[in-house]
């Protein structure tokens, strides 16, 4: 009988070929969701569930995104950014953090709801990554840590938050989810010489972005 560490791991691989399947096919991006033990973000009840390729709900009415979802975004940001500082917007559980830190780069993660980022902070610290956490509106960005070489916003946006794109760095490039409350395009953009690239992809459904500078909180 396989041990439950044993079992976990195979459950990771199973994941990682199911990405391949859907198209993930960048190799630091696979290795680093073999690399992080996705089930310790989900609480103990939702082991099984862990390696589903699934959203999942983590409390507070938000939810672990997709892995897909996740490898997806983490893709479009590694093509165009190799190392250095990221600031992710929506800390969540933590699994985007941790992957981003695992892939090398220095990891500033904001998160507004206080819950979130206490429990993320503890399982992101329990496995010693380079990510350093903040409680607050993130739609604002991380004034004193900018700039960035890269942003990544883990939920969706009514429009490109002027705040985050001051904070890119030049050659910078932010990856975030921009639509209505239903659906949103993924969209990247590059800082390039004086003015700014963007680039449209295929659509996902996140939870708002809420914040000054993305959903009025009394909408939701
Ligand atoms: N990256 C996460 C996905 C979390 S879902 C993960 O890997 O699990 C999106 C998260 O964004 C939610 O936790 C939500 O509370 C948070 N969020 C929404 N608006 C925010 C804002 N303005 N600033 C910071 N976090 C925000």
Request: hydrophobic share 45%; aromatic share 10%; charged share 20%.
């Amino acid at each position: 009988m396989k041990k439950p560490g044993q079992l976990l791991e195979l459950r990771r691989r199973e994941m990682v070929a199911t990405l391949k399947r859907f198209g993930i096919a960048n190799r630091r991006v696979l290795g680093a969701f073999l690399e992080v033990p996705r089930d310790l973000f989900f609480d103990g009840a939702a082991l099984e569930l862990a390696y589903r390729d699934g959203a999942y709900p983590i409390g507070f009415g938000q939810t672990i995104s997709q892995p897909y979802t996740v490898a997806c975004m983490t893709s479009l940001l590694v093509e165009r950014c190799v190392s250095g500082k990221v600031l992710e917007v929506g800390t969540g559980s933590g699994y985007q953090a941790a992957i981003l830190a695992v892939l090398g780069f220095s990891v500033f993660s904001v998160e507004r709801v206080v819950g979130l980022y206490e429990r993320a902070g503890a399982v992101l610290g329990r496995l010693g990554l380079d990510v350093v956490c903040r409680c607050g509106d993130g739609s604002l960005g991380w004034v004193d840590e900018a700039p960035f070489d890269g942003v990544l916003v883990t939920a969706g946006a009514p429009g490109v938050p002027v705040s985050l794109l001051e904070q890119l760095g030049p050659g910078g490039c932010m990856v975030l989810p921009v639509g209505d409350c239903c659906s949103q395009k993924m969209t990247v953009i590059c800082r390039l010489g004086g003015g700014f690239g963007r680039e449209v992809f295929e659509e996902f459904s996140f939870v708002p972005l809420v914040g000054k500078e993305g959903w009025d909180e009394r909408v939701f």
